[in-house]
Every structure is written in C-alpha cells, then in structure tokens.
C-alpha cells in the first residue's frame, strides 16, 4: 500500500485464496471427483441387487431374531480358543518385535543392511492382512489355532516393530552418549540406556495390539485358522441366522470387554 | 581413590532394585505364577494336532520351493484384480468421507443432542467391533458375491473410522471461537462452515487420506469371502496350491501398499 | 609420567569446520583445569575427543602413557572405562533408579547378564552407597532421575562418573543448566572429589569468575586454538580481551559473573538473591 498522506482508498473485492490458490484447489477436487466416478463406474456391479438390498437385510436382521440362545454353551470353547490366540500371538509377537525393531531403527542398527532387512520385515508384515497370513500357515500347518498363532504374530511383528523402532529413534541421545562413555558394550548400551527409555511404548503398544488381534483373531477361522469364525463360517453358510446371532453378541461382548481393559491397561503405564 | 573397603561395614553391600509394578510381593509372585498358569492352561486347551504341526517346517520349505519364482505370466488377472481392488478402496473412500461428515458431526457431544448423539455413536461403536470380513461376509449373503459387497464393506468401515475421528476433532474444538460465532448471530450451519469447518479440515483430510491408505490394504482382504477384488484371486491360488501365482499376487500386494503408503504419507505433510 | 597429554590434536567436522587447530596440553598432576572460552570455541569438541565420543581428525592423545587415538572398539571400551564424563544436561537414563544410574558407571567392569539382572559386585554396591552418601543423595538410591531436582540430577551424574574410579575427569558445562546456587554448589563438589581422590579434571565452563574461584589450572581456547594456559590468577582484564572480545571485565572480575544467561527458568528477584548466596558460598 502506498502512504500518500491522501485518503486512503479500500480494494473493492477480497478473496480468500488468490486465482492460483483457488485453481490448485479446483485441480485437487476435480481430480478426486474423476477418480471417484472412474472407480465406481468400473466396478463390475450389477446395481439392481443395491434396489433390495434394504429388503434383504432386514429380512436377514428379522430370521435372527430370537437368537439362539441354546447355542451359548457351544460357542463358549471357540470363543476362548479366540481369545487364546489373540494372547499367544502378541506375547510371541511381543518377544519377535523387540529385537526387529531394534534391527529396523536407524540409530541402533548395525549397518545400512541390516536396517534395510529390517525394514522390509517390517513392510512385508504390514502389507499382507491377518487373513492372508492365516491363509499361508494354514498351507503349512495344516487348519487350526496354531496357523492362527502365527497369522497374528506375522502381521503384527510389523505394527509393534514400527512403532517401536519409531520410538527408538526417538530417545534422548544424551542419555546415550553418558552410557558409552562408561566404557559399556553395545548390546549393554542398548539395555541400560535404550531400553528403559522405550519401555512404555513398548508395553503400551503391545496392549493395543492385543486388543486389535482380539478382533483380527475373530475371522481366522473363516479360512480355517482357528477360533469362533469357524462356527461363525458354517452357521452363516448355512443359514442359521438364530446362532449367528448369538455368536455376534459374543463377539461384540468379547471386543469391547477387551478394549475396555486394553484401555485401562495402557492407562496405568507411566 | 577411597578403596570401598576403608568402609567395610557402613554402607550395606546389598542391592535390589524395587519392583516397578505390584509393589505387593505376594501379589507379584501371585501375578507371575497366573502367568504361567495361562501358558500352560491355554497352550494345552487349543486344538492343535502337533503331528500335524511338526510337518509345517518341511511343508514350509516345500512351499517356498514351490513359490519360487514367482509367476507374473497371467498378469491380465493380476492387473485385473488389483484395479479392482484399488477401485473399491478409491470409491469406498469417497462415499466414506461424505457419509461420515453428518455421522461424525452427530457424534459430537457438544454439538448434537443427547438421542442423536447416541444413535450416532451406536452406529460407530457397532460398526468398528466386527472385523471387516464379518462385515463382508454379510454383504455377499445380502447383495451377493462380486464388488459391490466389497465396496459396501469398505465404506461402512471408513464411515465408520472417519466419523469417530471428525467426532473427537469437534469434541476437542476450542470453544472460543465457536462462541464468538454465535454471538455474531450466525445460524447453526454457518456456526458449522465458519467455526468448525476451519478447526478441524486440515486433520478431516488427514484422516480421509489415512483411510485411503487403510482401504488399499483392506481391499485386498475382503476377496476372500467372495467379496470382490485381488483377494478372490488369491485364495483361489491357495486352494489350487498355485504358490508361485499367490507369490507373484504377494508381492505385487507389497508393492502396492509401500506406494500406497509412501503417497499417504507425501500428501499428509503437503497438507500441514 | 604426564598423566594426560594431548599434542596437536586437530578436529575438522564434515563441511570443513575446523572446531580444534593444533590444541597441545598436558597435565602432569591430580589438577582441576578449567577450559574457558566463548560459545563455539572447541571446549565440547576438545573434551569429546579425549574420550572419542567424537573421533578427532589428526593429532595424538595419552593417557597414562596409553595412546587412545589408534585405539579399537574394544579397547577404547577399556579406556573409556577409566574416564569418567559429567555433562550439561546430566544425560542419566531417567526412568531408572537413582541407584541403577550411578551403578552403571561399572559397566565397563560387568557382564551383559550382570548389567541385564542389576546384579553388581557388593564392592561396587557398597561404593555407589558410600558415593550416593558423599555427593548428599542418603536415601535417595531408590528415586526414578526423573523425580529429581537439576541439582540432585547433576549429584547423581557426578557419582555416576566416579564410580568408574577414573584416571581422568571430563565435565562438560557442569552448571549451565542451573540457577547460580545450585551452580556453586555443584562446582565445590566437583572440585573437592577431584582432589580428594587425586584425579585430574578438565571442567569446560561458561562462567569466568567460577571458573577462577575453582580451578587450579586455566586454559582458554579461541577458534580451536589455545590462547591461555596459566594460573587462575593470570585471567586479567586484557587476557579476557583477547579470549572474548572487548568488555569491562573489571566488574565480572572481582564480583563474580552472577548473571550469566545461561540460567535457565529463574525469576529476577530470585536469581539476585541466589547471586548474593552463591558469593557466599564461594566465600566460605
């Protein structure tokens, strides 16, 4: 603006974003809205099962009900294999991921390959679902809770191992220093001056995890790894909405009964 | 130097550090004994056939024998099915963030009444308890096999995803500034597009583009029930012991997740 | 024998900044050498160097008669043993005890299982008691360092390091970190331990006046080159012209440099106060 020492004149129009702003903006919505439509209208669909869909859930919500409550004591053992699978694997996952991430993170690692084998552990666990997973153990082991074990562990080696190794790269490096200027040893650096520093995340996230494997570990069994969704596979194939029923309000009781002490868990860590 | 031994019975010789966690020995050893009490009780309680098992080592080395190399040859049902795949998580994610805005919204304590507010995070709460294969599983039985239930799958777990997050953004709004809005007389939506919408777009898009990244990985998944994408192709490998075709459909799953990924995390930090 | 002897000692970093330029020194008697100088001087990079926590480019350093810059891993593990180092910031690992803290100044001497099951030797057990006793933490070996104050931080970091019964003392900016009371306070017994167990100390200091009060020894360094070494009493007003730059030093001389600005979170009433008590504490 320029002090004339005269009156002041006043722009007429104001705009938020600048013509080169709002057209940037412009480019991104238009690109979404393409890639939107190009995906839908792609899609092999064939719209008119949409028309009744509404009809057909409530048609499915209305055969469930009442649910089968009989079948309670059956689903009892599943339901704890579920749970039990959930354990073993983030406690197995649990003593996995530590060393890995230690390997994956760039201020502990030994050399540049090892950080890179590390690292693609940890992208390859993260990139393959819980079920695929389960679906290669079960080739191997032969259907059951141990391929579900493993399923979980696998998947989440590279959930806690990245967020463990995050964390790594993250301590106080005075603290460091201090320790190798005593003379320790590498590994005994990594104990008494690393370790404790990441401690928290590492129970905190282990908790968290076990609390998501809960809900992963519900659907291993519908490729046979294990757990209350085998039951839950036949009954619906089979059409038997009553139990079906009952096995969802397991399943919804289990979930939040355990995020609830995942929660209170992970509160108590200081 | 002063030798320890110059004070040999002054300062005790003895050190335990205190225990962190359950300060009551007795509670502690109780603690560690239920430990392994579970182990025991839970590793010998699961059906597991350790015959069986045994075999998984060599059957595990079969099988990567089998996997190598890996065959990209029928790469017009590969291609096929990772499009598919990504058109889902694609289309998903956009229905997913405008679905989610009303629930999201009505999902705010300090913005919705009371039976809105818990409608809205009945829908939320029961939505993300079930696994997306359950999810998937009874939309093929209501829409039937192929995309669409895939696609129905994915939307209702990034409503659901995305609206408990735009829900906790507004719950933590600063009400300040929606104050001082009110008090220029604005009506409830342009309190929405001028004092909520500012505060909390920036993380809104965050998450939108987060759950892209989540619905590429879970799109990959839902197949196996019969709900569309790559992951039909996959399990049918499986079944046919076809391992060096589900190899080829692993890698190019990795693949397309680290992109995913790597895109995710370039347009977050575009978006600060 | 010298007890440590540097001689050329050259520190060029990556980028081509020479932070050392031919520092020579040798100190032949359990004495408190104080290395003064202005902010990016190489005080840090001198006293990292004698240990190699950073490697120094050329130049050779002695301990004992052991040349430390050709050492291998394992052996610049032995003789990073037998110096001990306090720093700015305390660097104790803070969700352990304080007594886990000063134990690992042993462990150089113990086993990874040792270190893994806290299971020192009594000797060293009994000797962190003795020291904790000594630096005025009695009692205190249960607390996690991060319930401690600065000053109680620093205590421990102190017997950390002498723990390791060491041949050789590296403290860097001991006190900047702390209001002037504490700074004293921890300085008289930095001071004190050095020559109660006859151990050299090489003590990088802010502070000029505390540096006079305290040391046996100055050196003063300039853009990586050595500009003074002498008694205390040498630091003159035109002999600080020339390490800092033009300043009346007259009053920083004789009343002692209270308001240093590296005090952190002190209100101003407070710190004049803490200034009065602190001359007093130097004074006794």
Known sequence: ?270 | MSPPATTPVAYPRVWKNPPVFLTNPALRYGFWLAVGFYLFWSTGSLDIDWARAARGLPRAGDMLARMFPPDFSRSELLIRGIIESLQMAFAASFIGMIVAIPIGLAAATNLAPKPIYLAARGIIVLSRTFHEVIIAIFFVKIVGFGPLAGLLTLIVASVSFISKMIAEDVENMNMGQIEAIKATGASFTKLLVYAVQPQILPRYLGVCIYRLDANIRHSTVVGIVGAGGIGMTLSATFKRYDYDFSLAILLTIIALVFIGEIFSTWIRSRLR | ?284
């Open chain 3, 1 to 284: 024998m010298a007890m440590l002897e540097i001689t050329d000692l050259i520190k060029e970093y990556p980028g081509g900044l020479r932070a050392l330029d031919g520092v020579s020194l040798t100190v032949s008697e359990p004495q408190v050498v104080a290395v003064i100088g202005s902010s990016g001087a190489g005080k840090s990079t001198l006293i990292r160097c004698i240990n190699r926590l950073v490697e120094p480019t050329s130049g050779s350093i002695k301990l004992g008669g052991q040349e430390l810059t050709s050492l291998n891993r394992r052996a610049l593990r032995g003789a990073r043993s037998r110096i001990g180092m306090i720093f700015q910031e305390y660097n104790l690992v803070e969700r352990l005890t304080v007594m886990e803290n000063v134990l690992s100044g042993r462990l150089g001497a113990v086993s990874f299982w040792q270190a893994f099951r806290r299971n020192y030797p009594a000797d060293d057990v009994a000797a962190a008691f003795e020291l904790l006793d000594r630096v005025g933490l009695e009692g205190r070996h249960d607390t996690r360092a991060d319930a401690l104050s600065g000053g109680q931080r620093q205590r421990v970091g102190i017997a950390r390091a002498l723990m390791q019964k060491p041949d050789l003392l590296l403290v860097d900016e001991p006190t900047a970190s702390l209001d002037p009371k504490t700074s004293r306070q921890i300085m008289r017994l930095i001071v004190e331990l050095a020559h109660e167990r006859d151990t050299p100390a090489l003590v990088n200091i802010h502070d000029v006046a505390l540096a006079q009060a305290s040391s046996d020894r100055v050196i003063a360094l300039k853009d990586g080159r050595m500009v003074f070494d002498g008694a205390p009493d040498g630091l003159t007003p035109d002999v600080l012209n020339d390490i800092y730059g033009e300043e009346d030093w007259n009053a920083t001389i004789r009343k002692g440099d209270d308001d240093d600005d590296d005090n952190d979170n002190t209100g101003k009433s407070t710190l004049n106060i803490a200034g009065i008590i602190g001359r007093a504490v130097i004074a006794e």
């Open chain 1, 1 to 270: 603006m320029i002090a004339t020492g005269h009156a002041k004149t006043y722009p007429d129009i104001w705009r938020r974003f600048s013509p080169l702003e709002s057209a940037v903006r412009f480019f991104w919505f238009v690109i979404v809205i393409f890639v939107a439509v190009w995906s839908l209208r792609n899609l092999d669909i064939t719209w008119v099962y949409f028309l009744d869909a509404h009809i057909q859930a409530g048609d499915l919500l209305t055969r469930m009900f009442p649910p089968d409550w009989g079948h309670t004591g059956k689903i009892l053992a599943p339901l704890l294999e579920t749970i039990h699978i959930a354990t073993l694997g983030s406690i197995v996952t649990f003593v996995i991921s530590i060393p890995l991430a230690f390997l994956s993170a760039r201020n502990t690692t030994p050399n540049w390959a090892t950080w890179f084998i590390g690292r693609f552990i940890l992208v390859s666990s993260r990139s393959i679902n819980t079920v695929v997973w389960a679906l290669i153990f079960v080739a191997i082991f032969g259907p059951g809770a141990m391929a579900g074990i493993w399923a979980i562990t696998f998947r989440s080696i590279g959930f806690m191992g990245k967020l463990i190794a995050e964390a790594i790269e993250e301590v106080d490096e005075g603290a460091v220093e201090a320790i190798e200027a005593t003379g320790a040893s590498r590994l005994q650096v990594l104990l008494i001056g690393v370790l404790p520093q990441v401690l928290p995340v590492i129970l905190g996230t282990t908790i968290y995890r076990w609390d998501i494997n809960i809900r992963e570990s519900t659907v291993l069994g519908f490729v046979g790894a294990g757990g209350i969704g085998i039951e839950l596979y036949s009954s619906i194939n089979l059409f038997l909405w009553p139990e079906v029923a009952v096995m969802l309000f397991a399943i919804l009781g289990v979930v939040v009964i355990s995020e609830f002490v995942s929660a209170t868990a992970r509160q108590r860590i200081t």
